[in-house]
């Protein structure tokens, strides 16, 4: 399934307190559970008036179903191409629906294997 970063802007946002953040995690399970759907809600960030939150999903429209099912904004919802840290880029496990992993469809394999059919990491 693809990863969503989703931008909720939430004035007072970096507020809330451990209570409410319960809450909010309560209602998010509880909604994505009501999805009857592959859905994963992996982890979020409060930063300012935003919480960004990483989300595996089929597609956005899933992901604006949990957002208006748990009553949470969505002001952007951008599918993830690609990941990298201070190390380089980092290997995207592309799960499929069945919960299987597919590295076959993964952005940075397809693209290792466009380019560099002969690179090593293409076959990690």
Known sequence: MPTYIIEREIPGASKLTDEELRGITTKSNDTVAELRRPYTWRHSYVAGDKIYCIHDAENADVVLEHARGGGFPANL??????????????????????????RDRSPTRRALAACCPNDPERNR
Do not use: I
């Not at 919802?77 to 597919?102: C, I, K, N, Y």
């Open 77 to 102: 919802v951008a599918e993830v191409t690609a990941v990298f840290d201070s190390t380089g880029p980092r290997q995207m496990h592309v799960r499929r629906t069945d919960g299987q992993l597919d």
